[in-house]
């Protein structure tokens, strides 16, 4: 074979890889878990929370009373932002506004800084809280840990930190389901080193990775004991307990 058909060749060999790539990757970002009935239903406002979009925000909030603390939340990898509406709207029926930033291809990664947007966009705020779920949860923490000036706080969901927080100032609350077979139990336990000293972790008896969101269950996951909508009241429970409780709100 001549030195030009071998190039030709090779050519033609490394397009058909790079189409294949191409696909595979388009494929993987476009694959993924969506909200259910329930969790579009919580988009709706009502005479206790409005709720409304900005951009990639989708924002709760209470038509009284609203509290001086918000949360930010960023949602878990591969899952549709809304999946997390009836969380934040639990919070929002509280007294708290509650924002979710919804992420390039569902992912967290690709927005790490996304919360520098509802920073903006509600200045009304006094303190935010972070709030994330597995991935988004991970890329919450990466967020508290270059703008501890301008957060309050953090909240896990199944999820552990990137980087060492073990030196912030700010509380770090980690809730997480006892039936979870998502989360990497090695990295959890890891990352109890990467937190700082008074953080509080609490198991959700009976819960698991998936039922934070309002998404079906995440494939690999443990079944539950007990509803999505359970573990979800648990968790808004807790993180108003944690807040209130020790006075970290203002």
């Known amino acids: 074979m001549k030195k030009g058909q071998i190039i030709k060749r090779i050519i033609k060999i490394s397009g058909i890889v790079l189409v294949a790539l191409i696909i595979g990757i388009l494929t993987y970002l476009g694959d993924y878990y969506y909200a259910d009935q329930t969790a579009h239903e919580a988009l709706i406002s ?3 929370v409005t709720v409304r979009e900005a951009g990639n925000l989708t924002i709760f909030t209470p038509t009284a009373g609203q509290d001086e603390t918000g949360f930010i939340f960023y949602p878990g990898g591969k899952v549709e932002d809304v999946a997390y509406a ?8 509280q007294g708290y506004s509650a924002v979710i930033v919804g992420m390039p291809f569902n992912l967290a990664v690709f927005n790490a800084n996304g919360a520098d947007k ?3 966009t509600m200045p009304e705020i006094e303190q935010w809280i972070m709030v994330g779920h597995s991935l988004g949860g991970a890329m919450a923490a990466d967020y508290l840990a270059g703008h501890e ?4 706080g953090l909240v896990l969901l199944g999820a552990y930190p990137n980087k060492s927080l073990a030196q912030s100032r700010h509380p770090v609350l980690s809730l997480y389901g006892s039936e979870d077979q998502i989360i990497d139990q090695q990295g959890f336990e890891g990352g109890r080193d990467k937190m700082p000293v008074n953080a509080i ?20 996951d443990g079944t539950a004991a007990i509803s999505a909508a359970e573990q979800q009241a648990i968790t808004v429970t807790k993180i108003i307990e944690i807040w209130k409780g020790n006075g970290y709100d203002k």
Do not use: C, K, W
């Open 201 to 220: 972790y609490h198991e959700i008896s009976g819960g698991n990775h998936s039922s934070f969101g309002n998404y079906g269950e995440q494939a690999g």
């Open 86 to 93: 009836p969380l934040m709207r639990s919070l929002a029926e």
């Open 46 to 48: 009502d005479d206790q």
């Open 118 to 120: 509802v920073l903006e």
């Open 149 to 152: 000036d301008q957060v309050e």
